[in-house]
């Protein structure tokens, strides 16, 4: 199934709350940092593009530090979860349940607000409009590398919008999310991230 493989290659990988006040002379990974620690919570609809170039649709859901939820558009069987310790891969077609470390997916420099980029990042563009950073974790270089996309909003929490990132693995396999409707700190329960066994049809989280 087309969307599967789709979905499946990526696990490898506005309500504005106030800005926080960033120094002029912070530097920009400083600003990236300010931006997490200020983020508790998000909600976004997500485009995924993958090496095949087909795009997929969901919503994204995330809370700091460590859940995450990647609801796939009707008709896809897949669903993404990271509970704060594992993140897990569930294929309601076949039944079958995947979990790893979230420290092992690139995904980590995202929803570890405390993890400390000074090692593992560098800026690749920052002008006016965007700062991109380029996080590569030397440690574990078999994860890939992760470059993630900020807009420049002065009313977005530390100045940074986040708009979306590109994943690219070990096997140079490209995966490309978008953001759209960004909101921030709303209420989210911990039940969003929970999910169904499909090989027990019972609650699991």
Do not use: C
């Not at 976004?44 to 593009?49: D, E, I, L």
């Not at 978008?178 to 090989?199: E, I, M």
């Amino acid at each position: 199934m087309r969307l599967k493989t789709l979905a499946v290659a990526t696990l490898p990988l506005a309500l504005a709350a106030p800005a926080m006040v960033v120094a002029q002379s912070s530097s920009p990974l400083s600003q990236v940092q300010a931006h997490m620690k200020t983020v508790d919570t998000m909600t976004a609809n997500f485009s995924q593009t993958g090496r095949t170039g087909q795009t997929l649709n969901g919503k994204l859901t995330m809370k700091r530090p460590g859940k995450v939820r990647f609801q796939y558009q009707k008709g896809v069987p897949m669903l993404i979860v990271g509970d704060g310790k594992a993140l897990t891969m569930i294929d309601y077609e076949v039944d079958q349940v995947s979990r790893w470390p979230i420290g092992d997916s690139p995904l980590s420099v995202l929803l570890n607000p405390n993890k400390d980029l000074s090692g593992i990042a560098k800026v690749t563009r920052n002008d006016g409009q965007v700062l991109l950073i380029e996080a590569r974790d030397p440690k574990k270089p078999e994860f890939g590398t992760i470059t993630i996309a900020f807009a420049k909003v002065p009313s977005a929490p530390a100045g940074l919008m986040l708009e979306g990132w590109t994943a690219l693995d070990a096997q140079n396999n490209r995966t490309t999310i978008k953001l759209s409707g960004q909101r921030y700190n709303v209420q989210v329960a911990d039940s969003a991230f929970r999910w169904t066994d499909p090989r027990r049809r019972s609650p699991r989280g």
